[in-house]
């Protein structure tokens, strides 16, 4: 797992579904969503980690398209 896809598929297996019409804002969203998965205990720190980063890395990616 090394990408945004990924991370909304593992979403998705918690029947959160994403897509607000600007890709910074679905990243962002998803963020918010790995959190609160992660503050519930679905997600092992392991996972938790590595969706940040893929996250965290796509943002900085979109924001300078954005510029």
């Given at each position: 797992m090394d990408k945004f896809y990924d991370v909304l598929q593992e979403l998705k297996k918690y029947d959160i579904y994403i897509h607000l019409g600007k890709r910074l804002w679905?990243?962002?969203l998803a963020a918010l969503e790995i959190d609160n998965l992660?503050?519930?205990?679905?997600?092992?720190?392991?996972k938790y980690s590595k969706f940040k980063l893929i996250l965290a890395h796509e943002h900085q990616l979109e924001s300078k398209l954005i510029r």
């Amino acid at each position: 797992m090394d990408k945004f896809y990924d991370v909304l598929q593992e979403l998705k297996k918690y029947d959160i579904y994403i897509h607000l019409g600007k890709r910074l804002w679905d990243i962002e969203l998803a963020a918010l969503e790995i959190d609160n998965l992660y503050k519930a205990g679905l997600l092992t720190p392991q996972k938790y980690s590595k969706f940040k980063l893929i996250l965290a890395h796509e943002h900085q990616l979109e924001s300078k398209l954005i510029r």
